[in-house]
């Protein structure tokens, strides 16, 4: 099956997010493909295009395309949070995850609130592998935007600003 979600427009709110997947402490099963968000404006949102997957959970995510996006003044405008925990402490990293793989990033443009403005945290059990981007402009409000990712495998085509580098 094929999701396609085009031609939106959102704010103020949380984004465009594909989530909670592996959800709560039952460590459950979840499975979402071939996905294509495209043509989207978001305006003051928490989260721009967010994948969010559970600690502990089973399954993929794959196959998902962002792209012909623009956002304003978004907190963290491209967001993958393979660890997500709802908790006051920190939460342990669990030996399982929903994988998460070949997901696009394409004509992704606008401004970050925040000095992260495209970040990746991929779990050490099951990195988040095959992750593309692609004519990315995203700046942040009188400062320069960063990139980061752990655990994960970025390949980065045409302009990408700014441009990725992995945490150590």
């Known amino acids: 099956m094929f999701v396609r979600v085009t031609d939106i427009f959102c704010g103020p709110g949380h984004g465009k997010s594909i989530g909670s997947l592996g959800l709560g402490a039952n460590n459950s099963w979840a499975c979402v493909s071939d996905v294509l968000v495209e043509k989207a404006t978001l305006l003051g949102t928490t ?25 304003h003044n978004v907190t963290n405008p491209v967001i993958i949070d393979q660890n997500y925990c709802n908790s006051d402490k920190p939460c342990h990293e669990q030996g399982s995850a929903i994988a998460v793989r070949n997901i696009h990033y394409k004509n992704i443009y606008g401004t970050s ?24 402009y995203l700046v942040g409000e009188g400062r320069y935007a960063t990139c980061s990712y752990r655990n994960a495998t970025v390949v980065q085509l045409g302009y990408n600003f700014p441009f990725c580098s992995a945490e150590m």
């Open 113 to 136: 609130a925040s000095k992260v403005a495209i970040n990746f945290i991929c779990s050490e059990a099951i990195r988040c592998d095959g992750i593309q981007m692609q004519d990315i």
């Open 47 to 71: 989260n721009g295009v967010r994948i969010k997957t559970w600690q502990g959970g089973y399954g993929y995510a794959e196959r998902i395309t962002f792209q012909d996006i623009s956002m």
